[in-house]
């Protein structure tokens, strides 16, 4: 009943948010929807029962959230009464029909050509790239279009919760995480495959969103020398290390070792925010400054060493330069 929504031209997001409201998200922003079938909640809640089935996973008062990827691509989040008040709630994310590249990004106004070019070059010499912004910002589809530009002689290993990049290239490996039984038994996390993915062969190692434990894995092997690209949730650049010390504090990690893992590993920030107008559009290119940005405690590690600190944009929204980019010179990353 909701494959006419998800069929829709320019459709991101189906949700369902209890009995007779649904939603469409689309290039224009929200709005709502009127599906018959959807009236009471026993008829929402069967169909979140259904949809996790054909996920193959279990949605019921024992667990009363799923989250899970249908046979068709589209990433499906359900919700049970049990956990909200209001009622059954489903959310579906709806894959591009078709791999988009660059090229396309451009054409629908998410970036311009000069940006475009810059953003190519970034992927072709193995930059250390993180893609950020906010939730539905467009954060996996910039990354999928930026991971077509990757030369098709390498082989590119991408590890996710439900698989959603599906980049035009002829040589992608994708694992995905598996979580627990009833008994909490045989779950699989992001951290373990990404060190299941370094064993792969990997020239690029991919994560296809950092929210976790998997961030201290992915910056230990960046930080190494593997090329790498993930996605994270943070409205701003400049809240990139805040947010890494989070995820890594989680991991373990101090707040000091968290920061310079992040300055070894990452060699530029790409950002991409959604308008009111509904419309996605990449914001520049940022890199890391030589100017003070750590905390105190971290520059007394770090000593003289001239490493960068801040991250600033070095490239604005239309590809012009908007800084010195000396950081952008050091030597491409080995496979």
């Known amino acids: 009943m909701l494959g006419p929504l998800l069929a829709g031209d320019g459709v991101t997001d189906v949700l369902v948010n209890g009995a007779g409201r649904v939603w469409v998200d689309g290039r224009e922003g929200l709005s709502r929807a009127a599906v018959p079938g959807l009236d009471t909640e026993e008829q929402v809640r069967a169909l979140a029962v259904r949809l996790a089935a054909a996920g193959g996973r279990r949605l019921d008062d024992a667990s009363p959230w799923v989250d899970a990827r249908l046979p068709g691509g589209t990433r499906l989040h359900a919700v049970l009464p049990a ?149 994270l949730h943070a409205a701003r650049p400049e809240d990139v290390p805040v947010r890494v010390v989070a995820l890594a504090g989680a991991a373990g990690i101090d707040p000091v070792t968290a920061l310079l893992q992040l300055r070894a590993a990452v060699d530029v920030v790409v950002p991409v925010a959604r308008g009111r107008d509904g419309r996605r559009r990449v914001q520049g290119v940022w890199t890391w400054s030589g100017e003070d940005g750590l905390p105190a405690a971290a520059d007394e590690v770090c000593g003289s060493w001239s490493a960068p600190s801040r991250l600033v944009p070095v490239v604005d929204a239309d590809g012009r330069a908007a800084a010195p980019a000396r950081h952008l010179a050091r030597a491409p990353r080995g496979g």
């Open 83 to 231: 956990l909200c008040r209001s009622g059954t709630h489903i959310s579906l994310r709806v894959p591009p029909a078709t791999a988009l590249g660059l090229v396309d990004l451009v054409g629908r106004g998410s970036l311009s050509p000069a940006l475009a070019d810059v953003l190519a070059e970034v992927v072709v010499s193995r930059r250390g790239l993180l893609v950020t912004g906010a939730t539905g910002a467009g954060k996996t589809t910039l990354l999928g279009a930026l991971l077509s530009c990757v030369p098709t002689g390498e082989r590119l290993v991408v590890v996710e919760d439900a698989a959603e990049l599906a980049p035009a290239h002829p040589h992608v490996v994708s694992l995905e995480s598996r979580p627990g039984n009833v008994e909490g038994a045989g779950a699989v996390g992001l951290d373990v495959l990404v060190r299941q993915a370094l064993r792969m062969r990997p020239d690029r190692l991919v994560v296809g969103e950092c929210r976790g434990a998997e961030v201290r894995e992915l910056l230990l092997a960046m930080g190494a020398g593997h090329a790498g690209a993930a996605t």
